[in-house]
């Protein structure tokens, strides 16, 4: 069910995105104003591909949700512009919403700008997820697709993330990442979160049954770590990181609570 498309907010500052003319074709120009108002012909303006168009997520009954909130752009699910979510993510402009309805999307999804993409029901089937950006958020999704690869890798600074990971390689990856929110699950993996070369991150996770260890970190520094979990290999190992901070449970069940190495 596709709906009258709605004034989106897109961009950082006072950006917005309008369709004025009810023609499919969707104008962004700044202005203060909100609700937004139509453009008028002495601001910078670019059209903006039609594909923007706002759809709504199907609910149990079949008919449409309530529309979602200003500034959402779906992907999936009945009445839906994008098949993917990496293509709702791609036509999504900096600063913008992608909420992807229920359903089985068996992909890696790159994020290069800042965004916030979350689930509207249940997802399924995702491959991966990279983050290759600042200011983004990612919350709400399980990434438990079997394989030996990694199941989130944040890449930059200010990020947040929020997911839970299974059956990974490495569950959830921070690679020269600094200064992110992380609030993880990682679960049956071989390592559930691991910091390479991340400094200054704030860490919140619950990881249990990773074979290698629950929690690793290799050259990482000053990060803030509240973690706690069972039956992992080791509990948390640190190689090369100086002026971390643990609090919580690493040891039970596990060969080895802590293993540090320098």
């Known amino acids: 069910v596709l709906l009258t498309p709605l004034t989106l907010p897109t961009y950082e500052g006072d950006a917005v995105i309008v369709d004025s003319s009810n023609d499919g074709l969707y104008t962004a120009c700044p202005t203060s104003a909100f609700p937004p108002v139509p453009p008028t012909p002495q601001l910078p303006c670019f059209t903006y591909p039609t594909d923007f168009a706002s759809c709504t997520c199907p609910d149990d009954d079949g008919d449409p949700e309530t529309p ?28 913008g919403f992608v909420s992807v309805c229920e359903g089985t999307y068996p992909e890696a999804v790159s994020i290069t700008k800042k965004l916030s993409v979350s689930p509207e029901g249940e997802v399924r089937g995702v491959v991966s997820f ?83 260890a629950g929690v690793k970190l290799t050259n990482s520094e000053n990060n803030t770590i509240f973690c706690s979990g069972e039956s992992n290999g080791f509990g948390v190992q640190m190689e090369k990181s100086n002026g971390n901070i643990y609090s919580g449970s690493a040891s039970f069940g596990s060969k080895s609570g802590f293993n540090i190495t320098n």
């Open 130 to 212: 990279t983050l290759n950006t600042n200011d983004a958020s990612l919350s709400g999704f399980l990434v438990n697709t079997t394989g030996t690869g990694t199941g989130v890798t944040v890449t930059g600074e200010h990020n947040y993330v929020s997911v839970a990971v299974e059956n990974k390689g490495t569950g959830v990856r921070l690679l020269d990442a600094n200064d992110n929110f992380i609030s993880v699950t990682v679960n049956n993996n071989s390592v559930g979160m691991s910091l390479e070369n991340s400094n200054l991150n704030a860490i919140f996770c619950a990881f249990n049954n990773n074979t290698q």
């Open 68 to 95: 979602p909130p200003v500034g959402s752009c779906y992907t999936g699910g009945s009445g839906k512009h994008f098949t993917t979510i990496q293509a709702g993510v791609d036509a999504a402009p900096a600063g």
